[in-house]
Nanobody, 114 residues
Framework: QVQLVESGGGLVQPGGSLRLSCAAS????????MSWYRQAPGKQRELVAT????????NYAEFVKGRFTISRDNAKNTVYLQMNSLKPEDTAVYYC???????WGQGTQVTVSS
């Protein structure tokens, strides 16, 4: 069955960096786009970034442009989210999702705090 397993979250100080990973299995990873979403406490889940199946096209939410980078390694069936210049408002559970298939990972917590 389809599995998406996120990792790499944690506690980081403002201005710091983290790299999230999402390991995929159970489907042909290279055929599908992928996205990262996040959900902060008391807020709706929101789209952070998307990447096309081959990795040649990416899109970002305005609030992460210039700070976050989405990438993928189809040989490793993994999508990444490099997060730099982190702010307290980036605190959330981060999820990866297949596009357009409706499969989600379990999420990884990112906390930005001094």
């Amino acid at each position: 069955q389809v599995q998406l397993v996120e990792s790499g979250g944690g506690l980081v100080q403002p201005g710091g960096s983290l790299r999230l990973s999402c390991a995929a299995s159970g489907f042909t990873f290279s055929w599908f786009g992928m996205s990262w979403y996040r959900q902060a406490p008391g807020k709706q889940r929101e789209l952070v970034a998307t990447i096309s199946s081959a990795g040649g096209s990416t899109n970002y939410a305005e609030f992460v442009k210039g700070r976050f980078t989405i990438s993928r390694d189809n040989a490793k069936n993994t999508v990444y989210l490099q997060m730099n210049s982190l702010k307290p408002e980036d605190t959330a559970v981060y999820y990866c999702k297949t596009n357009p298939l409706p499969y989600w990972g379990q999420g990884t917590q990112v906390t930005v705090s001094s």
